[in-house]
């Protein structure tokens, strides 16, 4: 199928009507759970037929390939991730925390534990999908930080060093080492306390580290953790 083909039927997979906004939800549903729990070549459409009810032709009718449910279930997935809004008048400190329990709650989850992994076993074969994760997902959450970190500039009267570095060593600070074990260990889903406690940790080392309360005009005043 050409890219223009490809385009129009997950454009209308998209847009259904009405009465069958119920049936690709179910399609979508099912091919979601399969896709994520035995990847792309184990997962056929007949177990998808049989999970969400229906028949093959409903599915084709949505979704002419196996290739383009593939996509548009990535696509829904990452579609998925809420935006980021930090508040350059608010508390840093309380910003940087929300900022990173929101982060940490969506990749600590299974579903987008599995996404990744499937991701990146599928680069080769759709380097979209790679592409596409990475700019909604870890691009668009560093530049949301780094936009901040430049905002506090004007905010706050005093420049901070570079803040594309800054945002990255504190993404780096907050995500390396628990990504790792959560991928690599195949740990539990952490809880909400546990989630809180680290980004607490890191925060405060952050600001400590790099001085970014110092170099302010309103400075924080931060515990020793």
């Not at 959450?141 to 430049?150: G, I, N, T, W």
Request: charged share 30%; net charge positive; proline share 5%.
């Amino acid at each position: 199928m050409d890219n223009s083909r490809r385009r129009k039927a997950i454009k209308a997979a998209k847009e259904p009507s009405s009465r069958g906004q119920q049936r690709l939800c179910k399609i979508v549903e099912a091919a979601t759970t399969q896709f994520l729990k035995v990847g792309y070549d184990q997962t056929s459409i007949d177990t998808i037929v049989e999970l969400s009810g229906g028949s093959k032709a409903t599915v084709y009718s949505y979704f002419p390939t196996k290739a383009d449910l593939f996509r548009a279930v990535v696509d829904a997935v990452v579609s998925d991730v809420p935006e980021t809004r930090l508040d350059v008048s608010k508390d840093i400190r309380s910003e940087l925390v929300a900022f990173g329990i929101e982060r940490l709650k969506i990749v600590s989850c299974e579903q987008h534990r599995a996404l990744l992994r499937l991701v990146i076993a599928e680069r080769e074969r759709f380097p979209d999908l790679a592409k596409l994760y990475f700019e909604r997902g870890p691009r668009r959450k560093r530049d949301a930080l780094s936009a901040y970190m430049a905002a506090l500039t004007c905010e706050r009267g005093n420049p901070l060093d570079a803040p594309e570095e800054l945002a990255d060593f504190f993404i780096a600070m907050l995500m390396h080492g628990w990504c790792q074990r959560l991928l690599l260990l195949a740990q539990p889903t952490p809880t909400n306390a546990k989630i809180r406690r680290h980004v607490e940790r890191v925060v405060d080392r952050f600001l400590f580290a790099f001085r970014v309360d110092a170099r302010l005009s309103n400075p924080i005043f931060i515990d020793e953790p």
